[in-house]
């Protein structure tokens, strides 16, 4: 759905709450359709993106996995040598 939005589950160390609120807030600017929402509507789309993060993060914090938990460091090494791959 959106690009910017990343895997957050199964990760040592845990995902953060700023992580948590990062990707809500993708997801809520993806739905509406504001990048930067009227006066009007910013108290809406604040509180979206609070409950959004809250559910995400018990959502996170209920999943059960038998893999081991990634490494963030060893996974950015990967993700940088494919955009180096794909982007030159």
Sequence with gaps: MCRNI???????PPATEEELYNASLQYVRKVSGFTRPSQINQEAFDRAVQE???ITGHLVESLVS???PKDRE???V???ARAANRFG
Excluded: M
């Excluded at 990343?6 to 040592?12: A, D, R, S, V």
């Design 74 to 76: 060893v996974e950015a």
């Design 78 to 80: 990967k993700a940088r």
């Design 6 to 12: 990343k895997t957050l589950y199964n990760y040592e």
């Design 52 to 54: 959004i993060a809250q």
């Design 66 to 68: 038998n893999a081991p």
